[in-house]
């Protein structure tokens, strides 16, 4: 069990996107043209072909936050951090054992350690940076796995889960999911009692990976992904020994209304208890804004049990069974 110390996003202005790829081009990403660079490209090329316009467009615009072209991946990390810091104690967040950063996008700016730079910014030199990649968008499911261990050996930890999106990588799969941009933290430790929840438990289901997800329509990868997201859903509830009837609110990730909406039947979580989320996929950051979104609903001194899931395009699910407190 981890004990949630605090929590902050930093989530972009949403705009109306329709479309496929992400619109901005930065010439941060100007060695993806290098031949070289063919097999960090989606589908190993830029430009989208007609039939995968048809395929992968959806049936209308998304209100999706979308950083402006100043912001790096790392800036927007840095403005949830920031948010976070003003919420704990200056020798809170000076006890940070371990900076662990989940993000699936490229940073525009190359040079930069996206972990190294919070551990900068927040001067906290005897902490430990490191990042964990490879897991699409659900890289903060990945990431509890080793922060449960970490905590277990006393260590307290600053996840920072932060993604933007710039062309040629693809924002939209159809009707089923579209990505926006943002950044969000979380402190987590095992020391007692105290904080605004707790994380009841966790768990990641390695699915078989879809190597190529840009080749398939989104009905299919709907398919695929549905029973690894209820797996993976199912096995955090079995771990925090809760049944489904006990949870207060199922909270999807910013899948389209339809996909969500097959998980929580598979799952038998009743209409009522499923949180209408702001729309989008959030990448990274979507579990922890949408702890924040479920804690600015809750009334004051209220507490809820939520479940949460996600399922990244790469074949990898995971969940987690969270209790939070309702904001102050």
């Known amino acids: 069990m981890l004990s949630i ?3 902050a996003a930093a989530e972009p202005e949403r705009a109306d996107f329709h479309g496929v790829q992400a619109a901005e081009r930065n010439f941060g990403y100007g060695h993806l043209l290098f031949p070289s660079a063919v097999h960090a490209l989606p589908r190993g090329k830029g430009k989208l ?3 995968e316009t048809l395929r992968l467009m959806p049936g209308s615009p998304a209100a999706l936050p979308v950083a402006e072209a100043r912001l790096s991946h790392a800036d927007l990390a840095l403005q949830a951090v920031d948010a976070l810091r003003r919420q704990v104690a200056a020798e809170d967040l000076a006890a940070v054992t371990h900076i662990v950063v989940a993000n699936a996008s490229l940073n525009q700016r190359i040079n930069e350690s996206l972990s190294g730079r919070v551990q900068h910014a927040l001067g906290l030199d005897d902490a430990l940076p490191f990042a964990v990649g490879q897991s699409g968008t659900a890289g903060v499911y990945n990431a509890l796995t ?3 261990a ?3 050996q006393g260590g307290r930890v600053l996840l920072v889960a932060a993604d933007k999106w710039l062309y040629p990588f693809f924002r939209a799969w159809g009707d089923l999911v579209a990505y926006g941009d943002g950044a969000a933290a979380m402190l987590l430790d095992r020391r007692g009692e105290g904080g605004i929840g707790r994380i009841l438990s966790h768990a990641v289901l390695y699915g ?5 997800p840009w080749a398939h329509t989104p009905a299919a990868l709907a398919d695929r992904l549905l029973p690894q997201a209820a797996q993976a859903a199912a096995a955090a509830l079995d771990k925090a020994r809760i049944r489904p009837s006990d949870v207060d609110w199922l909270l999807p990730a910013g899948f389209g209304a339809d996909f969500a909406g097959r998980v ?3 799952l038998g979580i009743a209409p009522a208890r499923r949180m209408a989320r702001a729309g989008g996929h959030l ?7 949408a702890l924040l979104e479920l804690r600015a ?9 939520a479940l949460l899931w996600d399922s990244a395009l790469c074949g990898l699910s995971g969940a987690m069974v969270a209790q939070i407190s309702a904001a102050a």
Do not use: H, K, V, Y
């Open 5 to 7: 110390r605090a929590l």
């Open 49 to 51: 072909d007609e039939e």
């Open 146 to 148: 080793l922060i449960e």
């Open 150 to 152: 970490l905590c277990a």
């Open 208 to 212: 078989e990976a879809i190597a190529n």
């Open 264 to 266: 929580a039947d598979e």
């Open 283 to 289: 990448s990274n950051a979507d579990p922890l804004q």
């Open 297 to 305: 609903a809750l009334r004051p001194g209220e507490q809820a049990t």
